[in-house]
Each structure stands twice: as C-alpha cells, then as structure tokens.
C-alpha cells in the first residue's frame, strides 16, 4: 500500500470520517475514467485542481466538479491573489501527493480549499485517495465540513 494512500485513511480516521477505499480496474487520471470505474455521473467526481498563489506562494486547491472547468480568472478573484501554475514540485511538497491522485484530505500541510457548488447537488461524490488507482465516496456536506472549503462559483 502506497504512503499516500495510508496517510488519506489514517487522516479520514482521525477527522471521524467513515469512507470505503475502492482501487479501480483502470487509472482514474481523468474525470470520465473515473466516473466510468464507479459507473457514476461525471460531475459526481471532485476533481483536485491546484494553483499556485502568485503573492502567497502556496498551493490553492480547487474541488471542482469532474465536468467543470476552473476558471482561472474566477479562481483568482476567490482566492483574493494573482494564481499561476502549480508544478509537480509544489503540488508534492506542500500535498505529499503526485498530479493524478491528489486526495482532498491528508495533505502534509493545511491548504486554502475551494469548493465548486456543483457537488453539493449530490447525496454522494468520489474523490481520489492519494493515488490515481483510488477512490473514496463522501457525503460532499461532509467534505466540506472537513476541509474548510469556501463553496463558490470559480467554473467558467
């Protein structure tokens, strides 16, 4: 079992949170294969999209819904900051997770989360637990709640 993976289960446990990790038949790098592997709709994928604040320097994460596309322009004025690419570097140092599995919980350090209202249409949404071969489904109320996430628009 990969580091990430156990650090994502060991975080739900400590937040009480009570999720079932599922590892896929097929890489789940992109919103429809991970919908397909679930047999879910697209939008009930969270997708972790991260920026990097241009004045903060940290990484910004975007849950967004998995048919949406962040609007960098919208993502920036609900940042309050100037947002620029994030690379693999800082995606990994400030997450621990590499670009394809990044979880919306078990980061190796607090990050700023946005979340796309879209979710919340749903009872059940699938994220990805710190690899691009696993998942986990939550309440997106729940995910919210423990993540601080901001609920706003920021999709163009």
Same mark, same amino acid.
């Given at each position: 079992?990969?580091?990430?993976?156990?650090? @994502?289960?060991?975080?739900?446990?400590?937040?009480?949170?009570?999720?079932?990790?599922?590892?896929?038949? *097929?890489?789940?790098?992109?919103?429809?294969? %991970?919908?397909?592997?679930?047999?879910?709709? @697209?939008?009930?994928?969270?997708?972790? *999209?991260?920026?990097?604040?241009? +004045?903060?320097?940290?990484?910004?994460?975007?849950?967004?819904?998995?048919?949406? +596309?962040?609007?960098?322009?919208?993502?920036?004025?609900?940042?309050?900051?100037?947002?620029?690419?994030?690379?693999?570097?800082? *995606? +990994?140092?400030?997450?621990?997770?590499? *670009?394809?599995?990044?979880?919306?919980?078990?980061?190796?350090?607090?990050?700023?989360?946005?979340?796309?209202?879209?979710?919340?249409?749903?009872?059940?949404?699938?994220?990805?637990?710190?690899?691009? +071969?696993?998942?986990?489904?939550?309440?997106?109320?729940?995910?919210?709640?423990?993540?601080? %996430?901001?609920?706003?628009?920021?999709?163009?």
């Amino acid at each position: 079992m990969s580091k990430s993976l156990k650090r @994502v289960q060991r975080h739900a446990e400590a937040l009480g949170l009570n999720i079932t990790v599922v590892e896929t038949a *097929i890489d789940t790098h992109t919103a429809a294969q %991970a919908a397909q592997s679930q047999g879910c709709e @697209v939008d009930q994928i969270a997708k972790s *999209i991260i920026f990097r604040g241009e +004045r903060s320097g940290a990484a910004i994460l975007f849950l967004t819904a998995g048919g949406n +596309r962040v609007d960098a322009g919208q993502a920036a004025i609900v940042s309050g900051e100037p947002l620029g690419k994030a690379d693999a570097t800082l *995606i +990994r140092s400030q997450t621990g997770f590499a *670009i394809g599995g990044v979880s919306p919980i078990g980061h190796l350090n607090p990050i700023r989360t946005f979340m796309d209202p879209r979710l919340m249409d749903y009872d059940a949404i699938w994220a990805a637990a710190g690899t691009p +071969r696993h998942l986990f489904a939550i309440d997106p109320r729940k995910l919210q709640q423990v993540t601080q %996430a901001e609920v706003t628009c920021f999709t163009g």
